[in-house]
Nanobody, 122 residues
């Protein structure tokens, strides 16, 4: 069983920045791929970004390319999402997830964090 604890969300003005974090414990083959997805009430969960554990491959949703950067500190088993130039439409509950396949399909993730709310105001 892998536990994911994500944090770092908050209230920020448009144009601002946040850094989300997600600690994975323990490290396993089921954490080969780590990702961030987001959800707005009443809408389906959306893929945001993902990376392989050692950072050799990463993918981003078109809406966040150039704004977000995903990374992993392998020494700390911690996934990060650096978010910059935030816009109100990026307001959502952001959750980290762990899996073994590079895919935007949320069904391929095995474990999920509890989510951290990001709210961007005008």
């Amino acid at each position: 069983q892998v536990q994911l604890v994500d944090a770092g969300g908050g209230l920020v003005q448009a144009g601002g920045a946040l850094r989300l974090s997600c600690v994975a414990s323990p490290r396993s083959w089921r954490t080969t791929v780590m990702g961030w997805l987001r959800q707005v009430p009443g809408k389906e969960r959306e893929f945001v970004a993902q990376t392989t554990w050692y950072g050799d491959h990463s993918n981003y949703a078109n809406a966040v390319k150039g704004r977000f950067n995903i990374s992993i500190d392998t020494a700390k088993n911690t996934l990060y999402l650096k978010m910059s130039n935030l816009k109100p439409e990026l307001t959502a509950l952001y959750s980290c997830a762990a899996g073994s396949s590079l895919s935007s399909d949320e069904r391929l993730y095995y474990y999920w964090g509890q989510g951290t709310q990001v709210t961007v105001t005008v």
